[in-house]
């Protein structure tokens, strides 16, 4: 599977009215998005929202992103900095979410914002999308569409397979370009901060600000849902490994476990791209064999290995819900 295949199959446009109509009256569609297949709701309705924290089994203090039509619906419910601005315009309708302060009328409703005075906000790079946000004629919170602490899901089956009847209707265009959630940026105040990394790299947010990202204290958890077990396969990880034995999977990169008999290979060609794409999909298709562990060959952290290996490492931390709470293996958190 490559990153750069042929276009996506698009719903009809009946399709897309029904699933507008879902949402007006505060149901759940899962649709693609250039990133991630996202599971939206009207992000004007506390109703709504609700739903989606109580499908994804999401603590309710763990903001949403508002995916908005264009610029003017962006700038109608935030105020954006100079560096907001030049990042929206440079690199919007894309992999990129701007935190920005919320204006006192701002319609995306509060529980979609955890309460904050900051809203996230996205305007995405994928037709389906953007035909369900204008069809809805509102912003629509987003989240990743699997259950909270799991996989991001990349394929319309693996949103039905992880919120089954959980969702009402899910819009099928094939699998996702980019594979990595986007980048998350906050332009709060005069410095600009990465709250995490995604499918636009470091590197060319920085090449349009002109100057370095500031990173995010550690100590300080400004983006709740970069917290450290996240992303997380039934499977235990090894990283940056290339050795395995026997009742182990291998998740390759650049070929350097060839013999290995159960293995995928995120990229034959050590294509960043391409292994950006395969991620999720691979490390739940290396699941699905219930392997002991998965060994995950070294990735360079450059680029888009910057968001790869972020993904990796979450997915290897000691299994956590979302709210901290143990949790046990398998289950989803
Ligand atoms: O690519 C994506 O971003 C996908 C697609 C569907 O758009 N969405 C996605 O959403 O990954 P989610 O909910 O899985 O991640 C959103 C992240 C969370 O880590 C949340 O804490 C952070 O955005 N976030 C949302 N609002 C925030 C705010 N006001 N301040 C800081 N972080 C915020
Ligand atoms: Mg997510």
Same mark, same amino acid.
């Given at each position: 599977m490559?990153?750069s295949?042929?276009p996506p199959?698009?719903?009809?446009?009946?399709?897309?009215e029904r699933?507008?109509a879902v949402?007006?009256r505060?149901?759940?569609?899962?649709?693609?998005t250039?990133t991630?297949y996202g599971?939206?709701a009207?992000?004007t309705?506390?109703?709504?929202v609700a739903r989606i924290?109580?499908?994804?089994?999401? %603590? @309710?203090?763990?903001? &949403? *992103? =508002?995916h908005?039509a264009?610029?003017a619906? /962006?700038?109608?419910?935030?105020?954006f900095t100079?560096?907001?601005?030049?990042?929206?315009?440079?690199f919007w309708?894309?992999?990129?979410?701007?935190v920005?302060?919320?204006?006192?009328?701002a319609?995306?409703?509060?529980?979609?914002?955890?309460?904050l005075g900051s809203?996230?906000?996205?305007w995405?790079d994928h %037709? @389906?999308?953007?035909? &369900? *946000? =204008?069809?809805?004629?509102?912003p629509l919170a /987003?989240?990743?569409?699997?259950?909270?602490?799991?996989?991001?899901?990349?394929s319309?089956a693996?949103v039905?397979?992880d919120l089954g009847?959980?969702v009402d209707?899910?819009?099928d265009?094939?699998?996702?370009?980019i594979?990595l959630?986007s980048?998350?940026?906050?332009?709060?105040d005069?410095?600009?901060?990465l709250?995490?990394?995604?499918? &636009?790299s470091?590197?060319?947010?920085?090449?349009?600000l002109g100057?370095?990202?500031?990173g995010v204290?550690a100590?300080?958890?400004?983006a709740p849902g970069?917290l450290?077990?996240?992303?997380?396969?039934?499977a235990?990880l090894?990283l940056?490994?290339?050795?395995y034995?026997?009742?182990?999977?291998?998740?390759?990169?650049?070929?350097?476990m060839p013999n290995?008999?159960?293995?995928?290979?995120?990229?034959p060609t050590?294509?960043?791209?391409?292994?950006?794409?395969n991620?999720?999909?691979?490390?739940r298709?290396l699941?699905?064999?219930?392997?002991?562990?998965i060994?995950?060959?070294?990735?360079?952290?450059?680029?888009?290995?910057?968001a790869?290996n972020?993904?990796l490492?979450?997915?290897?931390a000691?299994?956590?819900?979302?709210?901290?709470?143990?949790?046990?293996?398998?289950?989803?958190?």
């Open positions: 490559s990153a295949g042929s199959p698009l719903p009809s446009v009946d399709d897309i699933a507008a949402i007006r505060g149901g759940l569609v899962g649709v693609p250039e991630v599971l939206a009207d992000a309705s506390d109703a709504a924290y109580a499908a994804k089994r999401r %603590p @309710t203090f763990n903001p &949403l *992103i =508002a908005v264009d610029r619906a /962006a700038d109608a419910q935030a105020h100079p560096a907001a601005r030049r990042l929206a315009d440079a309708p894309g992999p990129l979410t701007l920005v302060r919320a204006r006192t009328d319609s995306v409703c509060l529980s979609a914002r955890a309460g809203v996230a906000l996205r995405p %037709p @389906t999308m953007q035909a &369900l *946000i =204008a069809a809805a004629g509102r /987003a989240p990743s569409a699997n259950r909270s602490g799991r996989v991001s899901p990349v319309a693996h039905r397979d009847p959980d209707v899910v819009l265009s094939g699998l996702c370009r594979g959630e980048t998350i940026v906050a332009c709060l005069g410095a600009v901060r709250l995490r990394p995604g499918g &636009l470091r590197a060319r947010i920085e090449d349009v100057t370095e990202l500031v204290d100590t300080e958890i400004i970069a450290r077990s996240h992303y997380a396969p039934n235990p090894r940056g490994s290339v050795d034995g026997k009742g182990e999977a291998v998740l390759d990169f650049g070929g350097q290995a008999p159960c293995r995928l290979d995120l990229s050590g294509d960043l791209t391409e292994a950006g794409h991620l999720f999909a691979y490390l298709q699941d699905e064999a219930k392997p002991q562990i060994v995950v060959a070294p990735i360079p952290s450059t680029g888009l290995g910057e790869l972020d993904r490492q979450r997915a290897a000691p299994r956590t819900g979302e709210d901290g709470t143990p949790r046990e293996r398998g289950m989803p958190s």
